[in-house]
């Protein structure tokens, strides 16, 4: 970064109050990048700003810097809701019909920002999306937003009439087309039948929790959102082999494999015990779960290399670092590893979150939802 001060544009066009021509005093900014997130293809372009201000011994050109990347994001934050959420294409009649589909776009974007928490602070993480044949490919920030999109369409979003469309067709007396569901055959989220399943689960995991003094004995289900996040992942990774290492009542095994449906997936779970209820829950979920009864880390050491696209870990914590190395050993290139529980037990997972950092080949990041998820994303070599 390097900085001109004391500068003026060579053509003078702001005018006093007066009507006067007047001389701006600025800085002139240049910023040059080494390299660009995801895009080791292109050659970054020299970045000039422009800063003016009453006292030029506030300049801070880290804050033009930040500054300038907040316009960035509000600019494409706009252009993301005009070209691919459709703010403008509806030909609204009313003010009252635009204020009503504006704030249908804001809810837009506050469920597309909860599910692509994971993708922010690295840029190495947005790759996780692979082609058919299993490649990783190149990933931009804003392919990633599209695809989120794609997914969220997948997930349930009912497709409903423009609000003008539906206003013609009462004013005219026709009966209103009736309510898609907008689900396919395949189904890209749970359906009613598995939400109530899961949420009876969950209650009941949480009161057998609140009541069972032996920390051992609970059940210690994934919280919803942290469930949803990670399924959510499953689907942009295209994960196929999934392993789950603590199957407690199966409640997390059931968000995997139904999940797993879209992706042509298979979830393996495994825990050191058959705990009650696990297989009439996994019954009743009518989900494909190939269920084992072994201690986590003999698992692993039984798996071949690069064998799982998805593996959650989920059992007891301070047993991570014995089983390393195998957790990165049995994934394959592009493949994710997630930790939960990392901000509610942190010490319980020092250890292992430091072999994962030291590792090299690892792009990782935590994220603040439920108890806290760790995703670590290992790089292709």
Do not use: C
């Not at 879209?262 to 009439?280: F, R, S």
């Amino acid at each position: 970064m390097a900085a001109w001060h004391q500068l003026h544009p060579k053509q003078r066009t702001y005018r006093e109050p007066g009507g006067a021509l007047s001389n701006v005093e600025g800085t002139l900014i240049r910023l040059r990048v080494s390299r660009l997130p995801g895009r080791r293809d292109r050659e970054p372009k020299t970045v000039w700003l422009w800063w003016h201000g009453d006292d030029p011994a506030s300049l801070d050109l880290n804050r033009v810097w930040r500054a300038y990347l907040r316009r960035f994001d509000i600019e494409h934050t706009f252009r993301f809701a005009k070209q691919s959420l459709g703010w403008t294409t509806p030909k609204l009649r009313t003010p009252e019909q635009a204020d009503r589909w504006t704030w249908l776009i804001l809810a837009a974007l506050t469920q597309l920002s909860t599910g692509s928490i994971v993708l922010a602070g690295t840029a190495t993480i947005l790759a996780i999306r692979r082609s058919p044949a299993g490649t990783p490919i190149r990933s931009t920030q804003e392919e990633t937003d599209d695809e989120m999109v794609r997914v969220w369409r997948n997930t349930g979003w009912p497709s409903t009439a423009t609000a003008s469309s539906s206003a013609r067709d009462a004013e005219a007396g026709r009966p209103r087309p009736p309510r898609s569901t907008g689900r396919s055959a395949t189904m890209r989220d749970v359906d009613d039948r598995l939400r109530t399943l899961l949420s009876e689960l969950f209650e009941q995991g949480r009161a057998h929790d609140t009541a069972e003094p032996d920390r051992r004995r609970r059940l210690r289900n994934l919280e919803p959102a942290t469930a949803a996040l990670l399924t959510l992942v499953l689907r942009i990774a295209r994960a196929r082999d999934i392993v789950e290492i603590g199957t407690s009542n199966g409640y997390s095994a059931i968000w995997l494999a139904a999940a797993a449906r879209d992706t042509g997936g298979h979830v393996t779970t495994v825990d050191v015990e058959e705990w009650p209820g696990v297989v009439e829950n996994l019954d009743r979920a009518a989900v494909s779960v190939q269920r084992e009864i072994a201690d986590g880390g003999r698992f692993l050491v039984g798996r071949a290399n690069a064998s799982v696209d998805l593996l959650f870990l989920d059992a007891e914590r301070v047993e991570y670092t014995r089983w390393w190395p195998h957790p990165a050993r049995v994934l394959r290139p592009g493949g994710l590893l997630a930790i939960d529980n990392v901000l509610s037990h942190p010490d319980e997972v020092a250890g292992v979150l430091r072999l994962i950092a030291a590792d090299g080949r690892f792009a990782a990041e935590t994220v603040a939802v439920g108890k806290g998820l760790h995703l670590a994303y290992l790089q292709a070599s």
